[in-house]
């Protein structure tokens, strides 16, 4: 652990890009929320390095502009999150497609934030992609119970089949549904399960 203000205290692992460092928060089990009049907004190149985050994205997240800019979007990776989600994400958007997700996003000061996100690809004339933009709504509560419990099947599969096996359990939830994930995704946002 190391002291770096003076109520801060987080992991010594950190994330090292260029020559800024940004230091990995410890997480906290401490929920923070935006209103449903609020968007959190960010953009990155076709890397994932953000380009741009609006201001709600820069209070939920915690990071000034000059920290975050330029950094892989993963500075907001929850460890709760599964790796097959964002393998479905990136596998979505790098062929065109748009794609929503529910995420659980880690703050600079530890805490945890539950987004609806949709990404989506920003093309140039030539429908070459040029970035990716992200948009956030205030999740769907009610969906949260089945993500989180969906999420935490994922990550203890995780451990030990790797992200295949996390893949299947989402797959075979699915199959439960009888669900395309998309239409999971909206079932769940819009109440219509
Ligand atoms: C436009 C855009 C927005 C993203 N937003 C988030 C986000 O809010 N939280 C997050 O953990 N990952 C987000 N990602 C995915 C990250 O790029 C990354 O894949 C993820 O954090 C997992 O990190 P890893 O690939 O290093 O394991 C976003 C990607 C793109 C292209």
Known sequence: MFEVSKNKTVDLLSIKRGKKKIWKPKPINVEKFFSTSELIVSKTDTRGNITYGNEVFTKMAGYIEDEYLGQPHSIVRHPDMPKAVFKLLWETIVTGREVNAYVKNLSKDGTYYWVFANVTPSFDRQQNIIGYHSTRRVPNRDALNIVEGLYKKMKSSESFGGIHESSTVLI?????????????????QYNTL
């Open 172 to 188: 075979d939830t699915l199959k439960q549904f009888k669900l395309s994930y998309e239409e999971l995704i909206f079932r769940l």
